[in-house]
């Protein structure tokens, strides 16, 4: 006779088998462990709130970093345009008019000086760590959001990265991450709003437009993966990319219709394809190696954590659509940082929300391989705390004691961003504000202290010195312009870094019109020395003419001839 064992009868009917006293100790458990999360998730919350306010009060405390160079250019093209200046129709720049739209919001509400951007640089940041709180709740779990908001706040508060300064690259993350936590599940309205927010990040760099692929990717995969018609494809890819379109398209129309798209077109497109064709391949490996290097030493311990995350695709094999999105977006940020193979240390900071993502991910992650509950919270807890305090504690100097000045100096070298102020100040006093200067060098930030008008389009002085061709006609352009404003004060910078000319060839047609232009219209007023990192010589009026610059590092400051 055939008989049904036990077992098999609770296995199979144990939803109506259960006593009362199985439901209750089922119901306790169930509430036991939901309370130790909730338990957990308070303690990360406590974690978080501790490091993300030091590291707002360390950007408060540096909020009166001077500007550098690139910082200066955005500064002045932005009080530019709140004078009614669009960019491009005076200055030369390659970037796209998103930062400078920025930058004067910032300016026009909060004041022009530099404590005001490096402020909006701290709610920027906020906002951005926040966002990948989102979207690493959305996609993984809140543990792993907010491992991962707190990683990128920390991650890009160091110097290695440059990211106590406003680049731009904070504000393409911004809508970045806007963008792709609006596009998981969008449909219809929501497709163009997420893809008018990429668009917007590509309007503040050209970089970001690998964050534009990145999206339309990931898109057309969950329309696929889904097996929806090819009609529904077709329709939600183009709401995508019209909304992707749309503030390109209003730039282009605004310069079209003002006169100035082929000033627009110059700078942002002819120029700049030849300006991310100049670096060989073995250059730009090595220039990755030699930067990348030097944040991986200050910020070793997190992106360790990430390479846990990254590894922990080999046990996690419930979520493999969530890797392949967190890989794929890992790598088109990658990609986002290589034109012109440059990898400039802050263009890293395009990197970082992949990395900080992998590390929430590496944390969750870790409570997998603990038995009991109280060694899967206290454990991982206590890596967590010494991840996120290796890069303070190997940062300290910087972040807690040493002086903006010092910082600066720290990161930039004997580059003149402290003596700017003092040269712009100067400048400033002994001008009228209709008067007219130029710089013979790659220092815009003197143009925004001073609160003076370039007298040259041509404010970067590397485009002239650069291998493309058109290099000598910009350096002839230069020097017609500067001939016909005849501005009261021209500035020489004597630096190599603010020049870096690959082209000594190129180099005698303006230094000896310089050398020639000088003498016959010019007298010195002015000599700033930069001796060493900690002093820096100062000579004005009459002492100016009867100092000799002790040091290659230096600027002088000419004044015309009445």
Avoid at 256 to 272: E, K, L, P
Avoid at 282 to 289: E, I, P, T, V
Avoid at 492 to 516: M, T
Wanted: charged residues 15%; positive net charge.
């Amino acid at each position: 006779m055939f008989r049904v064992r036990p077992s098999w009868l609770q296995f199979l009917f144990s939803p109506l088998c259960f006593t009362g006293e199985s439901i209750s100790q089922h119901k306790a458990k169930e509430d036991a462990m939901q309370n130790e999360m909730n338990q957990q998730k308070s303690c990360l919350g406590w974690i978080a709130g501790v490091f993300l306010g030091g590291v707002v009060l360390t950007r408060l405390r540096l909020l009166g970093l001077p500007l550098e160079r690139d910082e200066g250019e955005y500064a002045y093209m932005a009080q530019q345009w709140l004078q009614g200046v669009l960019p491009y129709a005076e200055t030369h720049s390659m970037k796209f008019p998103g930062i400078y739209f920025m930058y004067a919001s910032v300016l026009a509400l909060l004041g022009q000086n530099p404590s005001s951007i490096h402020l909006s640089l701290l709610f920027v940041n906020l906002a951005t760590a926040f966002l990948l709180y989102r979207l690493g709740s959305k996609w993984w779990n809140s543990s792993a959001g907010i491992v991962a908001g707190v990683s990128y706040s920390i991650l890009t508060l160091s110097p290695a990265l440059q990211g106590v300064w406003a680049n731009a690259e904070h504000f393409v993350l911004i809508f970045v991450l806007a963008g792709i936590l609006l596009l998981k599940g969008a449909q219809g309205q929501r497709l163009f709003y997420s893809g008018c927010l990429l668009g917007c990040a590509l309007l503040i760099k050209q970089h970001a437009l690998f964050f534009c692929l990145f999206g339309g990717v990931y898109l057309g995969a969950r329309i696929i993966t889904r097996r929806e018609s090819l009609k529904n494809l077709i329709l939600n890819m183009g709401v995508f990319v019209a909304g992707g379109a749309t503030p390109m398209m209003f730039v282009v129309l605004l310069y079209w219709v003002t006169g100035n798209f082929s000033d627009f077109w110059f700078c942002t497109v002819q120029y700049a394809s030849e300006y991310v064709s100049m670096t060989s391949p073995s250059q730009g490996f090595a220039n990755f190696k030699y930067n990348f290097a030097t944040i991986l030493e200050s910020n070793f311990s997190v992106l360790w954590l990430s390479l846990i995350g990254m590894a922990s695709v080999a046990w996690k094999t419930d979520v493999r659509r969530e890797y392949l999105f967190l890989f794929g977006f890992f790598i088109f940020s990658f990609l986002a940082i290589t034109p012109g193979l440059y990898f400039r240390p802050h263009y890293f900071l395009l990197w970082m929300p992949a990395f900080s993502l992998f590390a929430g991910v590496g944390f969750a992650s870790l409570p997998d391989k603990f038995a009991s509950f109280r060694v899967k919270t206290i454990v991982p807890v206590g890596i967590l705390i010494l991840i996120l305090g290796l890069p303070i504690w190997i940062q300290k100097n910087a972040f807690f004691t040493l002086p903006a000045f010092t910082v600066t100096r720290q990161v930039y070298g004997l580059n003149p961003f402290s003596a700017s102020l003092e040269v712009a100040q100067y400048i400033n006093e002994h001008s009228n504000k209709e008067d007219q200067i130029a710089i013979l060098g790659s220092e815009p930030q003197i143009l925004f202290y001073a609160q003076r008008k370039s007298a040259t389009r041509h404010i970067y002085m590397y485009p002239l010195m650069e291998k493309h061709v058109y290099a000598r006609s910009m350096q002839a352009e230069m020097i017609r312009e500067i001939e016909g404003a005849q501005p009261k004060f021209i500035v020489e910078v004597k630096l190599f870094g603010s020049w870096v000319s690959s082209r000594p060839d190129l180099e005698p047609l303006l230094k000896d019109w310089a050398q020639a232009y000088l003498s016959r219209n010019y007298f010195v007023s002015g000599v700033v020395d930069v001796l060493s990192h900690e002093e820096t010589v100062y000579k004005w009026g009459e002492q100016a003419r009867d100092y000799s610059p002790q040091s290659s590092f230096h600027l002088v400051i000419y004044q015309r001839l009445t």
